[in-house]
């Protein structure tokens, strides 16, 4: 399996996770890593900028991205 790699933007600290579970409890338990983070097949209903999303049928993180001319979801980066 894939390790999704997150940084604390405070300290640069890295963070890993494996699974959505394990995301959910990585950013749960750091108060500067607020994202939205939703599982399912289809996308969460008003995302708000930089939410995550576990697309369940193709196995991919998402981010819900700002283009600086659009939103939309792109494929997370996966180390």
Same mark, same amino acid.
Request: aromatic content about 8%; charged content about 25%; hydrophobic content about 30%.
């Given at each position: 399996?894939?390790?999704?790699?997150?940084?604390?933007?405070?300290?640069?600290?890295?963070? !890993?996770?494996? /699974?959505?579970?394990?995301? *959910?409890?990585?950013?749960?338990? %750091?108060?500067?890593?607020?994202?939205?983070?939703?599982?399912?097949?289809t996308p969460p209903i008003n995302p708000?900028?930089?939410? !995550?999303?576990? /697309?369940?049928?193709?196995? *991919?993180?998402?981010?819900?991205? %700002?283009?600086?001319s659009s939103l939309q979801w792109v494929d997370a980066s996966i180390?």
């Amino acid at each position: 399996m894939n390790k999704i790699n997150f940084a604390d933007k405070n300290t640069g600290d890295k963070l !890993l996770a494996q /699974d959505v579970n394990e995301i *959910k409890n990585t950013v749960n338990s %750091n108060a500067d890593l607020t994202p939205g983070i939703e599982s399912g097949d289809t996308p969460p209903i008003n995302p708000s900028e930089n939410d !995550l999303w576990y /697309d369940t049928v193709y196995g *991919k993180l998402r981010i819900y991205y %700002n283009d600086g001319s659009s939103l939309q979801w792109v494929d997370a980066s996966i180390v």
